[in-house]
């Protein structure tokens, strides 16, 4: 994370006033950058990513994560023998704040995938990753991109990928 960080939501959060209205300026600062680095990128996007970059990946803000995939034949729906791989991918399922939708984020063409796990103290059930706080899309060399993700317990994921795609599906509402 660049722009996000886990160390800057912690300063947000800090009981004490000066820290906390100095972390408001880095903030503002950050979201300005990120914003005006993120257009640039966005020119290399469809119509259709253009809009979940700028419009989807911010609800899903306290989403949460219910499926990372990693795998050599992510659209095979059965194991098989393949002649040529078709290369790694890495999908993600994760619902937006609400959980009134969920999406199906695909990337194709991996270079990377970092991972940085922390098990917060009073997490509900352990986990690493909890919840999908702040997410940012940056350039990564001429012809890549990196999806960095931070979660509520601090942990960190990064993708480093050349193809993207994404699909959503409205959830039922439970009674």
Wanted: aromatic share 12%.
């Amino acid at each position: 994370m660049q722009y996000f960080t886990w160390k800057l939501m912690g300063e947000i959060n800090s009981s004490d006033p000066e820290v906390v209205a100095k972390a408001q300026r880095t903030w503002d600062r950050n979201v300005a950058g990120y914003e005006k680095q993120l257009e640039l990128l966005l020119e290399h996007f469809s119509e259709h990513q253009q809009r979940f970059w700028r419009d989807h990946a911010y609800h899903l803000h306290d989403g949460t994560v219910f499926q990372i995939t990693l795998g050599d034949a992510l659209e095979t729906d059965v194991p098989v023998v393949l002649s040529r791989s078709p290369g790694s991918g890495v999908a993600i399922d994760v619902t937006d704040g609400t959980g009134a939708w969920l999406y199906e984020l695909k990337y194709a063409g991996i270079e990377a995938i970092d991972a940085r796990l922390r098990g917060a103290a009073g997490s509900f059930d352990g986990t690493l990753l909890e919840r999908w706080l702040y997410s940012e899309l940056t350039g990564e060399g001429p012809v890549a991109y990196r999806h960095s993700i931070l979660f509520s317990t601090g942990s960190e994921l990064s993708v480093v990928f050349k193809r993207f795609s994404h699909s959503r599906k409205k959830l039922a509402r439970s009674r």
